[in-house]
């Protein structure tokens, strides 16, 4: 199983940038996948997941109302929206998929990781 993500880069503050996570091995159909990020010396923080099983989403608090997260069965992809960017939205963000159909923001949920991509937002 192989997960890549793609699509981080530098922004400026109230831009957009979509992230896209690809996988193989798995079908995302069946698995629940989350966006996380993380930054030197603090915790990897969940910000969103979808469902496997109906597509449902979850956000946290901080990224509610400007990330979308969505996905493409047929391409096996899922995609982060993440509009009106802030200088704090700037981490290593990295995909998931949890061998569960219900979703989750917590990291020892998650049994296959990609490797992350960059998004700096900044002036």
């Known amino acids: 199983v192989q997960l890549q993500a793609s699509g981080g880069g530098l922004v400026q503050p109230e831009g957009s940038l979509t992230l896209s996570c690809a996988a193989s091995?798995?079908?995302?159909?069946?698995?629940?996948v989350g966006w996380f990020r993380q930054v030197p010396g603090k915790e990897r923080e969940g910000v969103s997941s979808i469902k496997g099983f109906d597509g449902s989403t979850f956000y946290s608090n901080s990224v509610e109302g400007r990330f979308t997260i969505s996905r493409d069965i047929a391409a096996n992809t899922v995609t982060l929206q993440m509009n009106s960017l802030k200088p704090e939205d700037t981490a290593l963000y990295f995909c998931?998929?949890?061998?569960?159909?219900?979703?989750?923001?917590?990291?020892?949920?998650?049994?296959?990781w990609g490797q992350g991509t960059l998004v700096t937002v900044s002036s």
């Open positions: 091995g798995l079908t995302f159909e069946n698995y629940a």
């Open positions: 998931a998929a949890r061998n569960n159909r219900w979703y989750s923001v917590k990291t020892n949920d998650y049994d296959y």
